[in-house]
DNA sequence: ATGATACTCGAACGCCTGTTCTGTGTCAAG
DNA sequence: CTTGACACAGAACAGGCGTTCGAGTATCAT
């Protein structure tokens, strides 16, 4: 017989395999399986042995069940519901220090610091899952329409096509900014948001570190409230 | 025999009930009812009709329905799915023109021209309901630091507090501009969000119509995509 | 060895639930 | 009046589903 991994804590790959699956299945047919589904579809051939696992994985708090209920389940903690995208606060941009890239550890259920945006509010078709969000600290970025507080949406990148809004790192200046990019002949143009202002003008020789694209600019207006 | 109320256009008071029914008990237990208890709680003694009204608010498309499946309902269009805000776009906000208040008739399902936000998302208490949002024409809210293009999310009001941002008509100017509204003891000032912007002084005699409130500003950075 | 613990299986029980069929009363059109 | 669509009730059927129970098998500390 084959040996069996034992893991007293945390999760098992049972464990985790169930999680995958009701998330699966739900985002699939708009509703939890049922415990003979999970059964089938994780190699499980007893249906006590799925609502075995299944109580470990509510008493750990991972997923809440309604006994009796058929299909009387759901994930806990993410909402996963389908349309809607959670994206990681990763921290702060402002415009004297680099930007805060996200780790690309794949922690699944560390959902602290974090915002939802509805799927419909997302542009095309950036509803990838390697979004981050920044909170913008201080009035730096005012030429580009953006408050101090405000949140930025991006999707981590290195290149641009031209007329993107990117956040660059300009070594040079020692700089973040946020600016609508074009390459040109000479060298690079940043665009401000805002019309009334004038762009940044760089030579091909100084350096300019695109971090992210910006997908959306989210201002939530509740101060002195 | 009581008379029966015929309406063999639209939505009947049993086809309202159940879906306010759905709705609720889908709030209530995270997950919808079975013909049996929608027929309970709207007072229909048979399982077959319950099934007769849900066949017609399937074809009408109010709900989907997974056949077979138990308590495979599901509202659709709306998305209820008690951590998600639907707000209404009732139109366009610009310097030169008022600001079209939504018209306050009550129509559940007309959700055409919406937008989905995450409760989440939303300061503190303006998890209300009568919500509205415009998109933004024009450069002309660019001292609110708010771009053409952008979708702002208002609370209707006629008065507001200090520091507040406002949505108002100045029909001496016949403008409409949005601003942090100060009541001072000579008028009124408006600041704007830019703060490299100088504000509008108001005389208390000059006419000043507060619309609303603005809650949340919303920028997609999808162009030239 | 021995018992405790963790894990797995298979089958049976019984409620819950969607489906279907028969029948009844209402109302408008022919 | 007849007819037929419509709205509704009630009962019975069959399958889905969670639950429970008895039993078996590793792994490990004692």
Redesign the interface.
Known sequence: MMMMVRKSKGLGERHQRILDFIESYQRE????PSIREIGEHCDISSTSVVNYYLDQLEKSGHI?R?RK????M?LTGN?P?G??LRIPMSGVIQAGEPIPIPSSDFNTFSAEDS??????????K?KGKDLFALKVQG?SM?DA???DGDIVILKPAQEA?????VAVWLSDRNETTLKYYYKEKEGYRLQP????MKPIMLKKTEALEIKG?????????????
């Open positions: 047919h708009k509703h939890p809440e309604d209920i058929s299909r009387g759901r909402t519901l349309d809607m915002i939802e945006v509805a799927m419909s509010l997302m542009p095309a950036e009035d005012i329409m953006i408050n096509r031209n007329g993107e809004m948001a805002n019309p009334t694209k910006v997908v959306m600019v989210i201002r939530k207006v509740d101060r002195y409230n």
